[in-house]
């Protein structure tokens, strides 16, 4: 199975699961196939164009996922000002906003709108939400009338 990642995760995944990256698998393990990916740098799969983008998890950076003009990201808190020249053309967003206290590693619902407004989406979807934003009717009137709650099941068109 191929594995998409920056060169770090890759060579973290070939420390901790050396018997999947293995010449001489023992019988039953997973094959896996390590391609590094650069922040930036287009990538083609399955004839799908792919432009992975850096984006901050705390401390640790991570990669975002352009498709077109649909973008997503999770697990962030800080988008630089090279990564949101990258987003530019987005007409759909998936990002992810915690809750609304203020998280070292994540985007609180502030942050989160306040970086939507940035890259100007058309429409824009808000993922890994966390039971501690309470319920989804007492905040949702709050949000931008292009920015709406994700939900499991949800199925969205992204070539409109």
Known sequence: MPIYASSSVNT???ARFEYAFSEDPYPGA???LAHDIVSGVHLEIAGIDILPIEVMHGSLPILAFKF???TYVTD?????TESLKLMEGTK???????????????YNLEEA????????PERCYLTHISHMMGLTADWESQLPPNVYPAYDGLSINVNK
């Open 30 to 32: 997973p094959r896996l």
């Open 113 to 120: 709108l306040k970086t939507i407004a940035l890259i100007d």
């Open 68 to 70: 077109g003009s649909f």
């Open 12 to 14: 973290a995944l070939k």
């Open 76 to 80: 962030a808190n800080f988008i630089s």
């Open 92 to 106: 759909t967003l998936i990002i992810n906003s915690l809750h609304k206290k203020k998280h070292y590693s994540h």
